[in-house]
């Protein structure tokens, strides 16, 4: 047992757990945060994608101690007030999913590349979420759901 200290969705947290135990886990069972999902478990599928240091990061793999001290964001962070964070609200617009399962990892895998690149092109969207899995079809509003909360990022409608 370890204690862990990190920021989680804004607030200060300390948790003495098994620090090999893996991110996605400890956020599910521990902080009942289950809007992370798995996948496939190996870091591939990207449902469980979450912001570490607003990085999106596969917490599926990544062992608790290595948060230590950075600020972890989830799919429930994301919204603050009970107002939707721009790409949610693009997602729901667009109706960006379908079955709804990689949705949380594909926000937060978009969120992530515009707070890198906030005016992205097709090309580099298509780029930056191509290893975030969806067996729906959905991706074609899932370019155009980014392509609004990039606007709607820098103060566009």
Same mark, same amino acid.
């Given at each position: 047992? %370890?204690?862990?200290?990190?920021?989680?969705?804004? =607030?200060? &947290?300390?948790?003495?757990?098994?620090?090999?135990? &893996?991110?996605?886990?400890?956020? @599910?069972?521990?902080?009942?945060?289950?809007?992370?999902?798995?996948?496939?478990?190996?870091?591939? $599928?990207?449902? $469980?994608?979450?912001?570490?240091?607003?990085?999106? !990061? @596969?917490? $599926? &793999?990544?062992?608790? /101690?290595?948060?230590?001290?950075?600020?972890?964001?989830?799919?429930?962070?994301?919204? !603050?007030?009970?107002?939707?964070?721009?790409?949610?609200?693009?997602?729901?617009?667009?109706?960006?999913?379908? $079955?709804?399962?990689?949705?949380?990892?594909? #926000?937060?895998?978009?969120?992530?590349?515009?707070?890198?690149?906030?005016?992205?092109?097709?090309?580099? #969207?298509?780029?930056?979420?191509?290893?975030?899995?969806? /067996?729906?079809?959905?991706?074609? @509003?899932?370019? %155009?759901?980014?392509? &609004?909360?990039? =606007?709607?990022? =820098?103060?566009?409608?």
């Amino acid at each position: 047992m %370890e204690e862990i200290s990190f920021q989680l969705n804004g =607030k200060k &947290t300390e948790v003495k757990i098994d620090p090999t135990q &893996t991110l996605l886990w400890v956020l @599910r069972n521990h902080f009942g945060l289950t809007g992370t999902k798995f996948g496939c478990g190996m870091g591939f $599928c990207g449902a $469980c994608t979450v912001l570490i240091d607003n990085e999106p !990061v @596969r917490s $599926c &793999t990544l062992p608790l /101690r290595d948060v230590a001290g950075k600020k972890v964001v989830t799919i429930e962070g994301l919204a !603050v007030n009970g107002k939707l964070h721009p790409v949610q609200k693009a997602f729901v617009e667009h109706d960006a999913l379908q $079955c709804g399962y990689c949705t949380p990892g594909m #926000i937060m895998n978009a969120t992530g590349l515009l707070l890198k690149n906030p005016s992205p092109t097709t090309q580099q #969207i298509k780029e930056g979420m191509e290893d975030n899995l969806c /067996r729906c079809g959905a991706h074609v @509003r899932i370019v %155009e759901a980014v392509h &609004t909360a990039a =606007k709607e990022m =820098k103060g566009g409608k």
